[in-house]
């Protein structure tokens, strides 16, 4: 499966089947967490692999999600440090885990706001500057949804995405860039727009600049994304919008690497996260695998 196919292919699963989780897939579970740690800002991430068939029944029901997931007993939590750019970090490392997972056949979803996040914390044993922005359950699809979870994604509108004129600018900042002006981007910038967000409002935004470079914007919503204190929803969208945008480029021999450390570009009501750099100009990057 192609990259831009897993990303297709991925979808919030939130009933799972009974079926356990093999000792093998156990397994390369635990390797993808040691190996997704760094994103493009550089700040160190930190996941665990959560068996609720390991927990006490007190600890099993206060790991909770109220009743939004179904039937999973195996959970990635991530935590970072409270540092900038660092829940960047976490969207872009833990999208790339559950893509793997995708393509080994097994369901996740995002969880940034339901699941009880101070005892997944007490789990995770938090440091004091650490935050704990989201968790995954991962399993094995049911065959069957349940009726809460049909009505969540008929809630969030999750099947629908913005269109191409929505979401992705020429220079100028207002006018749409088209797939054909995007040549050998298109797939790129086509798996930033399927991407999962928060609530999914998909916040992020790419300007092709005056000098053909992509940019990569947030367009925030202040009182969403600030709703939870220190967690930044839409920080985490933008991470997993760099992680199907370098996915899907570096399948098509494009080699570049997202540099958040450049100077910006600004405009009007967005906030700048990256550039998106290629060939010269390397040593200045902070490359991330
Ligand atoms: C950062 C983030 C946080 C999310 N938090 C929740 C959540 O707390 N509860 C939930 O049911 N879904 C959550 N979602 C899932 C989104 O609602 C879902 O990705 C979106 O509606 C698109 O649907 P899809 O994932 O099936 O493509 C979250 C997604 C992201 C990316």
Redesign the pocket.
Known sequence: MTALETIQK?????TYDRRPVSEGIRNRLQQLLQEHTTGPFGTPVRFRLLDLDSVSPLEFKRLG?YG??RGAHLFIVGAVKDWQGSQVDL?YCL?KIILEATAMGLGT???????RRSHFARWMQLAEDELL??ITPVGHPAEKKSVSEAL??TG????RRKPWSALFFTGDGKTPLTEDEAGGYRNALEAVR???????LQPWRIIKDRDGCYRLYLEENRAFNRGLGKIR??H??IG?AMSHFELVAREQCIDGWWNPFAPPVYYAGLEHLALWETGEGEENGNKTG
Do not use: K, Y
Request: charge should be positive.
């Open positions: 991925r979808h919030s699963v939130r999600t939004m997931i969207g999208e979803c995002w969880l940034g706001g339901t699941f922005p989201a969540v994604r969030a509108r999750s099947s399927l991407g999962p967000s928060a609530s999914n929803l839409q985490l969208d997993i």
